[in-house]
């Protein structure tokens, strides 16, 4: 997690209404606003209880708005406002394209 994790203390007062983004490889994919989001974090958090019970340390996440495909070498950021953002690099195998083309998900949808 990180680089950091914001304190309750350090969070922007209306976290409601908070700017998000989404970018690959430095060019911003998807722009949205944490009103946006299907479910507040208090149901977020009720749901993920009904599973698992949440101990001192514990982290619940949240997902970025929907954005384009990655590939391994590619860099996912995902930044909200005032709290800051979040660098991963995609890293995997390499997949035979041909192989990729025969799999065809929406026969599985």
């Known amino acids: 997690m990180g680089p950091w994790i914001v304190t309750p203390e350090e969070m922007p007062k209306d976290i409601y209404n908070l700017k998000t983004l989404r970018r690959l490889n430095g060019r911003v994919e998807c722009e949205s606003n944490t009103s946006n989001m299907r479910f507040g974090f208090g149901e977020i958090i009720e749901f993920v209880t009904n599973f698992w019970t949440l101990e001192p340390g ?3 996440t949240t997902a970025t708005p929907p954005a384009g495909p990655f590939r391994p070498g ?3 950021e995902g930044e909200i406002e005032g709290i800051g953002i979040l660098r991963n ?6 997949v035979d394209p041909q192989y990729a083309q025969r799999i065809n998900l929406k026969d599985v949808v």
């Open 89 to 94: 690099p995609v890293k995997g195998i390499e």
């Open 58 to 60: 514990d982290v619940v």
């Open 74 to 76: 590619d860099v996912i």
